[in-house]
């Protein structure tokens, strides 16, 4: 596979509201800040981090009455803060990992709709120190507003590429010396944690509902299966993200 260079998406514009959230993109990507509208006389004005950045910036705050606020940002739990911001949050191809070696995982999500599961995604994915997060053009949430926010700001951190064919890229990592992982629950399948996560892993999930398409399991090299113990027959597929996520962890840096 040629190596690509990584093809940026258009410029997109999008919002974040609450403390956390917009601390991060304030840190680690405040040039593509367009505005600050920020509740008077909320916390937010003496924290010390805030407090310090709005000082420092004269333009695009706006100080807005707590009812003009309030009524602007209706139903939203804002904590007196939203950033207004530009960004490429996703990528259009990956990078060529042929020559790299060690430890890599990419996490595929398939039929992710809900953005309230692929905002969780992204920020399991980012605290357990996945290499990027791989998402399809279509069958997918895609990147909202409601992704980003319910991130808690991961987003800032994480690698998100947007492929048009997620069974193509896999056979791509394959020559690559990548080994392929599918999240399902079938006779073939083993458990989760005997699958060994060390290496190179492209790991894809499913929705609930959906599961993942029939094309992309049969390209895969293994199958694993966390079994249920209740009467529920399907853990959310946030949960069971994160119990893969840190089995790998686990593989990986031990007790680190």
Same mark, same amino acid.
Request: aromatic letters at 8%; one cysteine or more; glycine letters at 8%.
């Given at each position: ?43 937010? !004005? !003496? ?9 420092? +910036?004269?333009?695009?705050?706006? #100080? #807005? $009455?707590? !009812? ?7 139903? &939203? ?8 911001? $530009?960004?490429?949050?996703? +990528? ?16 595929? @999500? ?13 920020? %399991?994915?980012?605290?357990? *120190?996945?290499?990027?997060? =791989? ?6 949430? *895609? #990147? ?7 991130? !808690?700001?991961?987003? =800032?951190? &994480? ?21 392929? =992982? ?16 060390? *290496?190179?892993? @492209? ?7 959906? *599961? ?21 027959? %399907? ?6 993200? $994160? ?14």
């Amino acid at each position: 596979m040629k190596k690509k260079k990584h093809e940026q998406s258009k410029e997109n514009h999008y919002r974040i509201y609450g403390i956390n959230g917009c601390a991060e993109l304030l840190k680690h990507r405040k040039n593509q800040v367009q505005s600050i509208d920020v509740m008077e006389n909320s916390p937010v !004005q !003496q924290m010390t981090f805030f407090k310090n950045y709005l000082n420092t +910036r004269s333009i695009g705050v706006k #100080i #807005i $009455s707590k !009812q003009n606020f309030l009524n602007k940002y209706q139903g &939203l739990r804002t904590q007196g803060i939203v950033v207004h911001f $530009s960004d490429n949050i996703a +990528r259009y191809s990956l990078p060529d990992y042929s020559k790299q070696t060690g430890d890599i995982f990419l996490l595929f @999500a398939d039929n992710i709709e809900d953005p309230q599961n692929l905002g969780q995604i992204i920020r %399991s994915a980012e605290c357990a *120190g996945v290499d990027g997060l =791989v998402i399809p053009k279509h069958h997918s949430a *895609g #990147i909202t507003d409601t992704v980003l926010q319910v991130s !808690q700001g991961a987003f =800032v951190h &994480l690698p998100v590429y947007i492929v048009g064919n997620i069974r193509n890229t896999l056979e791509d990592l394959k020559k690559q010396e990548f080994w392929t =992982v599918a999240l399902e629950n079938s006779v073939q399948s083993k458990l989760w944690h005997e699958i060994d996560f060390k *290496g190179k892993i @492209a790991c894809v999930v499913g929705s609930e509902g959906k *599961g993942i398409r029939q094309l992309i399991i049969k390209s895969c090299d293994f199958l694993a299966t966390i079994p249920m113990k209740g009467r529920i027959g %399907s853990l959310n597929v946030t949960a069971a993200v $994160s119990a893969i996520l840190f089995e790998r962890n686990r593989q990986v840096h031990g007790n680190q």
